[in-house]
Nanobody, 126 residues
């Protein structure tokens, strides 16, 4: 399978915005759920946002209303638009892809064949 390559991280002040991208052409929406996870050193991974077939989405409570997830460019790019960033959003963010039957963050994380990007660092200063 084509590796997931995520990008777009950086350092911004609180209140700023970043746009994370991940190549999704090899993961058609009718077959794959895709999601963004984040991880802080010393803590477990946290599901941030996921998107499935027909654009169904789900979000962690901590990012609802701030981080819309979408598939753009004829669904070939997975995007996480990060708005109103907070210092607690600082983490390594990874895109993931798993079979469409895995409709939750937990299922995606636990499935042994879920695909993971290499991660892109987001740092938000106060």
């Amino acid at each position: 399978q084509v590796p997931l390559v995520d990008s777009g991280g950086g350092s911004v002040p609180a209140g700023g915005s970043l746009r994370l991208s991940c190549g999704a052409a090899a993961y058609p929406s009718r077959v794959y759920f895709m999601a963004w996870f984040r991880q802080v050193p010393g803590k477990g991974r946290e599901g941030v946002a996921l998107i499935g077939s027909v654009g169904r989405t789900n979000y962690a409570d901590s990012v609802k209303g701030r981080f819309p997830i979408s598939r753009e460019n004829f669904k070939e790019t997975l995007v996480l638009q990060m708005n109103s960033l907070k210092p607690e959003d600082t983490a390594m963010y990874c895109c993931t892809a798993g079979p469409s039957r895995l409709t939750t963050f937990q299922a995606l994380e636990e499935y042994e064949s879920t695909y993971w990007g290499q991660g892109t660092q987001v740092t938000v200063s106060s």
